[in-house]
């Protein structure tokens, strides 16, 4: 059950990492090579970043960098899409409470142990509520990520294209019921039919 809920070994090690990944390039793919070498991480603890950055759905499952990763470098998304990656990662947390985020420690830590169903001193729950609380440090639940590409080419295909009103080809057709008055005067149908030409049938 614990390992629903990511976590590891030593949870500072991983925003280190996170913030690192601002500067650098975005990799083909995420590897320990490149956490070596290119980001100056090395040794077993920092290698937990592959596995964690996979559940938060910062990377795909052959360590390529997803768009959450690539909004997340970006400066003007990166705290909402780390919000948005810890919603991925613990996500039966946020399904209890939404407000997860909000909870003080020992609230958060009593999710933690509900989900579990681990003792509250157990050292995996301590390092769960750990690794969390580092992320959340970089992240922004009040600001909402910009729409995707594909929302937008779809919202762009229902309107136009931004500033744009699309237009509608609307035909109409209409019946109509004359009541003709009993008469032998044809000039009195005559007005009745120049009155209808002038006034509904021209357009």
Do not use: H, W
């Not at 780390?82 to 409470?97: C, I, P, S, T």
């Not at 769960?128 to 080419?153: G, M, R, V």
């Amino acid at each position: 059950m614990a390992s629903k809920l990511p976590y590891v070994a030593v949870p500072g090690t991983m925003a280190k990492i996170l913030i690192k990944i601002k500067e650098a390039k975005t990799p083909e793919r995420f590897t320990n090579d490149f956490l070596d070498t290119k980001l100056g991480f090395k040794g077993g603890n920092a290698r937990q970043f592959i596995p964690l950055s996979k559940k938060l759905g910062l990377l795909k499952s052959d360590g390529t960098p997803t768009d959450l990763y690539k909004k997340f470098r970006n400066e003007a998304t990166s705290k909402a899409a780390m919000a948005e990656a810890l919603k991925l990662g613990y996500r039966e947390v946020f399904e209890r409470n939404e407000y997860a985020n909000t909870l003080k420690k020992e609230e958060f830590k009593g999710l933690v142990v509900e989900i579990t169903g681990l003792d509250s001193k157990n050292k995996v729950v301590q390092l769960i509520c750990q690794t969390f609380e580092n992320l959340k440090q970089l992240a922004d639940f009040e600001e909402k990520l910009p729409k995707t590409t594909k929302e937008e080419e779809t919202k762009k295909g229902e309107t136009g294209g931004p500033g744009e009103t699309k237009e509608f080809a609307l035909n109409l057709s209409y019946t109509i019921n004359l009541v003709l008055p009993k008469t032998d005067d044809p000039a009195v149908f005559n007005a009745i039919f120049r009155s209808l030409r002038d006034n509904l049938l021209r357009k």
